[in-house]
């Protein structure tokens, strides 16, 4: 489903700070399962994550997205393919302080303009199931972490993503909240999505979701299973 | 179509949460943008229906007056010249004129003083005056009052109010006292026959300019002043004075522009922070500069309607009490009088032009700055 072959990419180019995070990575990534990027801190795994879910370009190499080039891509169409194709949960969450929690959720879906009503239906339908329907109106921060995570992930599948893109989602969670994401996980793996997550906990990596874990070292592939 | 139509409401919605979400910050813009457009505004309104006030009041003004000239001065018409400028072909109607200036030493103000023709709808008889409503109001005048008025000789001359003048004409006649013509030859020492000025009425009004240089040629001491003149005399008075204010409105205008620029033109980290979550979770740039497009217009609009509504209410409804004795009448006696509502497309274009689209515009380029920037770095953090 995806395809990287090459892929180096570098920040501050040309200056002398300049830093290459990835250092030729050639990887497939096959549709319908969970893989983790898993290393250190600096490995390289964020970076990695930003290149496969189009969010960055790569310095050099290409990416394929479905047997299609997308490493080119103008900006705009780049934008278009990550809103059809992924769905993001962010580490640190980033959901919009001050709108509640169903605003946050249906926001990825304004820029397509679709109906009001089956939007709310949608995004009412995933707060249910999800078990945050009393919340709908809260304020997100003022929602727990838990809370907030389920928020993003809800949001992250608001325009029905293949692809769901989660970067340290248990970084910020406690072993009871951290299981019950990997459960949530196991839902939606089992709904037929492409799950790619980056981790250095164990209990993700061990995690019976998992079906690969891709391990990172500056920047290179030094383990796949 | 639709899908387009339901991405501008989404767009809309979330402009104005996104400005309620930032409820302090941008009242307070509001507030700030809404009084520079109510004090330009309100003094563009009040200047715009003084003119037209004037040159209401002036439309049954006589086509002609001549005064006479002598040493670089005005001085009185002799008896024969209203003769000599009747001959005069193109001349419809010649009325002499007695007007003069009556210091109060109590109130401290200049009256006009003017005899009108006797039998006019102004005419007064021996022994009466008709008033204008601000003289009447600071000195407390009602009909048939008595006032007394100190004549040339130092004589006190007692006369009995006939009439309060119109509060529809009251831009010209706040300080007018109309009195006859024989109590104003006796009170101000005037020879019989003479007179202060002539006013023509002239057959065609196009021909104003051929009969002024006629009049000059038969009377070489003589100043022919036109209507038109009088009403571009009235004009250039209120653009100046309008210029004098919006002078000094100037000050305030260019700090309000600055902050208005700086604020448009920087953005929040919290600002920033959202742009970035909004590209990252899909959302294009054009998406992201329409929003904040929107919420620029949004503000701008908003303060340019209240702003223009209370100026207008300013002028029309409370008779402008800001810039009352700036810009109103010409004595120490201002005249009080209620103007007629008129609003004027070419200002109001003007004024939209230069407070609006400069706000609206000024925003885009942050913003643009902003949404470019790579999603990613959302995804690190480091928005």
Known sequence: MIELSGVRKAFNQGRPNEFWALNGIDLNIAPQQATVFFGPSGSGKTTLLTVVGCLARPTVGRVRLKDRDISGLPERFLTGLRRRTFGFIFQQFNLIRGLSAIENIMLPAYPLGGDWRELKERAEFLLDSLRLSHRRTARVEWLSGGEQQRVAIARALINDPEVLIADEPTANLDTALSMEFLGILETLAGQGRSILLTSHDPLVVESAVVRRVVTLRDGQIVGDR | ?383
């Not at chain 2, 001549?66 to 008896?79: C, S, T």
């Not at chain 2, 509060?167 to 006859?180: F, G, H, K, Y």
């Not at chain 2, 689209?357 to 959302?378: E, K």
């Open chain 2, 1 to 383: 179509m639709r899908i387009w139509i339901e991405k501008q409401k989404y767009l809309i919605d979330f402009t104005i949460s996104s400005l309620a979400r930032r409820k302090v910050k941008n009242v307070g813009l509001l507030c700030l943008y809404t009084l520079i457009v109510f004090l330009l505004a309100s003094v563009m309104l009040f200047t715009q229906a003084l003119r037209r006030e004037a040159a209401a009041s002036l439309a049954g003004a006589p086509d002609v007056i001549v005064q006479r000239m002598v040493a670089g001065r005005h001085d009185l018409i002799p008896p024969d010249y209203i003769g000599k400028l009747g001959g005069l072909r193109g001349v419809r109607k010649t009325e002499g004129r007695l007007w003069g200036y009556y210091y109060d030493p109590f109130l401290r103000a200049n009256y006009t003083v003017m005899a009108p023709p006797s039998g006019g709808e102004d005419g007064v008889s021996t022994g009466q005056v008709a008033v204008g409503q601000e003289v009447a109001r600071r000195i407390g005048l009602t009909r048939n009052a008595k006032i007394a008025l100190t004549a040339y000789s130092g004589e006190t001359v007692w006369f009995t109010v006939a009439k309060l003048l119109t509060r529809e004409s009251e831009l010209l006649t706040a300080d007018l006292v109309l009195m006859s013509e024989e109590d104003f030859r006796s009170f101000f020492g005037y020879p019989a026959g003479q007179y202060t000025d002539i006013a023509l009425t002239v057959t065609n009004p196009q021909e104003v300019h051929n009969l002024a240089g006629k009049i000059a040629n038969r009377l070489p001491d003589s100043r022919v002043i036109l209507r038109e003149e009088i009403l571009r005399t009235y004009e250039s008075i209120f653009n100046w004075r309008e210029g004098v204010v919006l002078m000094l409105l100037s000050g305030a205008v260019i700090a309000f522009a600055i902050f208005a620029l700086e604020k448009a033109s920087g953005l929040s980290s919290d600002e920033k922070r959202e742009i970035g979550i909004l590209k990252a979770i899909g959302w294009e740039t054009g998406d992201v500069i329409k929003m904040k497009f929107w919420e620029g217009c949004l503000i701008s609009l908003t303060a340019f309607l209240l702003g223009y509504t209370a100026a207008y209410l300013h002028v029309f409804r409370f008779a402008a009490a800001l810039f009352e004795p700036v810009l109103k009448g010409w004595s120490t006696l201002y005249p009080d009088f209620e103007l007629v509502p008129t609003l004027d497309g070419f200002e109001l274009a003007t004024l939209f032009f230069f407070t609006v689209f400069p706000y609206a515009l000024a925003t885009i380029v942050p913003i643009w700055r902003a949404a470019v920037t790579d999603p990613d770095s959302v995804m690190r953090g480091s928005l």
